[in-house]
């Protein structure tokens, strides 16, 4: 995110205070001043082991970061908040807008959830904007996500993986479009409103398999862990993009969505890159 940010004239700050102490974020926030802010801190891995975890940080540490910022004498002009897609549950409806009822199904998506209508009491005093970005990766995504994981067997050359429920629909966006829609948002999103952020365009795990068998030339056994397995697992989460592409289009402006392949082949290339460093530091 800071990279782009900063090709496109940003000078940006990452925040160092913890957002779990209240007062350490006062005194930096009030310190930078900041014009925007684009706020991803997040535990993020639904299978975090540490459930009040995600509320601590992410219903709590926002509440203390928005606290910070309504103390500034003059307030971003915008304050983007990425909750996540997660919130939607199992939906029978496809693609989802963004005025679908929430039902989450675990505490990452809870926490997520209840951040957003905490957040509703800054709504006068801060102009926040709320993403719910669907799945996303790229290179330097942490390996107990299921594409890096994948990616890295493959670059690899592993015989076998382990996995939970091959059996779920996801989009596999890449990385490159959320941070590009996200320092759009930064600059055209409406204050109070809600963006899907996504392409419309679900994946099965096996199609993520059989695309990185065809781009690698090597094929791996799946052995079905029961332990990854999930209890209450969302299904099939698929975003309609209309609303953000509606307003890109107001400022004559298209997101670029790079499709699976090119998104697996990014990744597999850092993949390699990272594994041929670690054979020559042997």
Not at 136 to 165: C, E, W
Not at 179 to 202: F, H, I, K, T
Not at 231 to 253: I, Q, T, W, Y
């Amino acid at each position: 995110m800071a990279p782009l940010a900063q090709t496109q004239g940003h000078e940006v700050h990452a925040l160092r205070a913890d957002l779990t102490d209240p007062a350490g974020l006062k005194a930096e926030i009030l310190s930078l001043a900041p014009d925007a802010v684009v706020h991803l801190a997040a535990i993020s891995f639904v299978g975090h082991g540490d459930d009040n975890a995600f509320y601590a940080v992410n219903v709590v540490g926002t509440t203390n970061l928005l606290a910070a910022l309504a103390l500034l004498p003059n307030v971003p002009r915008r304050v983007l908040l990425a909750s996540s897609a997660n919130i939607y549950g199992n939906c029978e409806h496809s693609p989802i807008i963004e005025t679908q009822a929430p039902a989450p199904v675990n505490h990452y998506a809870m926490s997520k959830l209840a951040m957003e209508y905490l957040a509703r009491a800054y709504a006068e005093r801060l102009p926040l904007v709320v993403t719910r970005p669907f799945n996303y990766t790229g290179p330097g995504q942490a390996l107990n996500f299921v594409i890096p994981k994948l990616v890295d067997h493959f670059a690899r050359r592993q015989a076998t993986i382990s996995m939970g429920n091959l059996h779920v629909e996801r989009e596999f966006n890449d990385v490159r479009m959320v941070c590009d829609a996200y320092l759009r948002l930064l600059e055209w999103g409406v204050p109070g409103e809600v963006y899907n952020v996504c392409s419309g365009q679900p994946h099965a795990l096996q199609e993520v398999i059989d695309a990185l068998q065809r781009i690698t030339g090597h094929s791996l056994r799946i052995e079905v862990n029961p332990s990854f397995v999930r209890a209450n697992e969302v299904h099939r989460l698929c975003g309609s993009p209309a609303k953000l592409d509606a307003l890109m289009a107001d400022h004559g402006f298209r997101l670029h969505r790079p499709g699976l392949d090119e998104t697996l082949g990014r990744m597999l290339d850092a993949a390699r890159g990272d594994e041929a460093g670690a054979s020559l530091v042997r």
